[in-house]
């Protein structure tokens, strides 16, 4: 089985600031994707950043970087610069070839970002 | 390009109605995922198919809740004699399904909000 923890429910940030967000997994599949989603208060939900199992170098997408930690199995999230619109719940998710693709999510932390 | 549309945005029924909830996947997936949301809380697999088949329903209750992806058409998730604990979102998401499953970006619909009263 796999998992996804995020330990932070919440976080404060301010404006222009970097923050990162935390999130380590679980997973006895030796393949394996990880990925952010942002949920804004619409509700939606909007792909960040992905990180591969066997990508050497971390994922950079803008803004947002992922750290990307295998051996102690942690792929935390950081926001550079951060901005009003940045202020969303986000999600941490993982999928395997073992689960068929599907994904697997954290329960999220809400990122509040601070004029 | 359209994103994954889902419809309806919200919906109300009441203990014992019948709920249908539609996703049409991007243009060119084929591959769909079902998703619920229940408050505060993240996403949770519901069940996975492909065109004319259920992949992995892993994620489904046994009972009241079905999903099907027709040949023509969109996916429809249904959840027959709805109760107060079945209100959440529900989410659907597509992929292509062009190469590895594990780099395969889910990409998502803007969820159903389901209310039983």
């Known amino acids: 089985a796999q998992k996804i923890t995020q330990t932070q429910p919440g976080m404060f940030v301010q404006e222009k600031e970097a923050v990162t967000l935390d999130c380590t997994y679980d997973t006895s599949d030796p393949s394996y994707g990880l990925f952010w989603y942002k949920q804004p208060s619409s509700g939606e939900m909007i792909f960040l950043i992905y990180q591969g199992s066997y990508d050497q170098q971390n994922a950079t997408e803008g803004r947002y970087s992922l750290n990307f930690q295998k051996a102690r199995k942690s792929a935390n999230l950081v926001i550079s610069a951060s901005q009003l619109g940045d202020s969303a719940m986000y999600f941490c998710?993982?999928?395997?070839?073992?689960?068929?693709?599907?994904?697997?999510f954290g329960d999220g932390t809400t990122l509040t970002v601070k004029p | 390009n359209a994103g994954v549309m889902q419809n309806p945005r919200h919906l109300v029924r009441r203990r014992g109605q019948e709920a249908r909830l539609r996703c049409s996947p991007m243009?060119?997936?084929?591959?769909v995922y079902w998703y619920r949301q229940l408050p505060e809380e993240g996403l949770k697999f519901m069940v996975y198919l492909q065109k004319e088949n259920i992949i992995d329903e892993s994620g489904m209750p046994k009972e009241r809740f079905s999903a099907e992806f027709p040949k023509e058409g969109p996916s429809i998730l249904r959840i027959q004699q709805v109760v107060r604990g079945d209100s959440a979102a529900y989410f659907c998401?597509?992929?292509?399904?062009?190469?590895?499953?594990?780099?395969?970006?889910?990409?998502f619909g803007p969820g159903t909000r389901l209310l039983v009263l």
């Open positions: 998401a597509s992929s292509p399904r062009t190469g590895s499953l594990t780099s395969e970006t889910q990409y």
């Open positions: 998710a993982m999928s395997s070839n073992t689960n068929a693709g599907k994904s697997t």
């Open positions: 243009k060119g997936h084929s591959h």
